[in-house]
């Protein structure tokens, strides 16, 4: 399967996908031999896979936040999950300072160039280099 942006049907996986469980869609990235023996890693999104979720709402209370009198409906949207290493390198905007560590994190907009927002990028150096596409945005494509 690939994606394609609903809009303007531009490509935006550079290889085909194939749909696995979340639970299987990770692996652990280790950046020398000291962090193997200590089991000091990274969560990474594999290659050439995608996992879908489903929306969701949930409630976010003072209990789960410990700010007296807060309670929030947190909305998820219905996503499918790739990884950064399954995006064609090119629809992927130059990283601005400021909105990360080291690339784009905590879920900023992802646009295409016809505007259409496509999802979220989870990229930076803590994160799992992934992107979120929402369902609505992209067309499957097989």
């Not at 700010?67 to 390198?89: H, R, T």
């Not at 907009?109 to 990229?123: R, S, V």
Request: aromatic share 12%.
């Amino acid at each position: 399967m690939h994606l394609n942006c609903s809009k303007c049907k531009k490509r935006l996986t550079k290889e085909s996908l194939r749909p696995v469980k979340m639970e299987n869609s990770f692996f652990k990235e280790y950046l020398c031999e000291e962090d193997k023996e200590e089991d000091f890693y990274n969560i990474r999104m594999k290659s050439g896979v995608f996992t879908t979720i489903k929306s969701s709402k949930k409630g976010w209370s003072s209990k789960d936040s410990g700010i007296k009198g807060l309670y929030q409906i947190i909305k998820e949207k219905a996503g499918i999950f790739v990884s950064e290493d399954s995006i064609d390198e090119a629809i992927i905007p130059e990283f601005k300072v400021g909105y990360g560590c080291c690339n784009w994190n905590m879920g900023q907009t992802f646009k295409c160039e016809c505007n259409n927002i496509l999802g979220e990028m989870y990229l930076d150096c803590f994160e799992d280099k992934s992107i979120k596409f929402y369902t609505q945005s992209v067309d499957r494509v097989y």
